[in-house]
């Protein structure tokens, strides 16, 4: 199974910081990389398809890039509705997997 | 629009099982993998596997093979997960969530809870 590893596990930023979240698969995966926003209580978002593609509403202060093994989600500018746990999610395998989640919080 | 409603909250016992309903709506039905995902109390998600509606095809997780099965009814549009054997381990709420790619639209989710 490809285990995906999230770092860092938690974060504390600031409204208007530049963050940035990585992932790493344990084998390539090539672009095959999906970045999720989940707010408590509520079902996971997508946000980035394919290691770059933002979503369709998806604001353009989000973006994600990589290939292979290593990969990352950028959030250019910090807004107050971002606090949130990001997730990765490989879709290479026919067992997809997650990493851990990154908690973001506010500083 | 796309929407996917799901069953209501359960409350099991040990050893019991338990089949939870998706219900889609405002796309084809036979045209996106429904995928099935959990989240335990406090922690991060997990991929449980995926149904084809189309062919009916199934893939599972390794870890749940054996103790789920997951079915669908094209007449009503309704994608169906079921868990056997339940232990405490399994309390969690679970979701559905469209896919091909990425899993663009989720079910609200549904608490099992499994508790003697």
């Known amino acids: 199974d490809v285990q995906m590893t999230q770092s860092p596990s938690s974060l504390s930023a600031s409204v208007g910081d530049r963050v940035t979240i990585t992932c790493r698969a344990s084998?390539?995966?090539?672009?095959?990389l999906n970045w999720y926003q989940q707010k408590s209580g509520t079902a996971p978002k997508l946000l980035i398809e394919?290691?770059?593609r933002l979503q369709s509403g998806v604001p353009s202060r989000f973006s994600g890039s990589g290939s292979g093994t290593d990969f990352t989600l950028t959030i250019s500018s910090l807004q107050p509705e971002d606090f949130a746990t990001y997730y990765c999610q490989q879709t290479y395998s026919n067992s997809i997997s997650f990493g851990q989640g990154t908690r973001l919080e506010i500083k | 629009q796309v929407q996917l409603v799901q069953s209501g909250a359960e409350v099991k016992k040990p050893g019991a099982s338990v089949k939870v309903s998706c219900k889609a709506s405002?796309?084809?039905?036979?045209?996106?993998?429904v995928h099935w995902v959990r989240q335990a109390p406090g922690q991060g998600l997990e991929w449980m596997g995926w149904?084809?509606?189309?062919?009916?095809?199934?893939n599972y997780a390794q870890k749940f093979q054996g103790r789920v099965t997951m079915t669908r009814d094209t007449s009503i549009s309704t994608a169906y997960m079921e868990l056997t054997r339940l232990t405490s381990d399994d309390t969690a709420v679970y979701y559905c969530a469209r896919g091909v790619g990425g899993n663009d639209y989720w079910g609200q989710g549904t608490l099992v809870t499994v508790s003697s």
């Open positions: 394919t290691a770059s």
């Open positions: 149904i084809n509606p189309n062919s009916g095809g199934t």
């Open positions: 405002g796309y084809s039905f036979t045209g996106y993998y």
């Open positions: 084998q390539s995966i090539s672009s095959y």
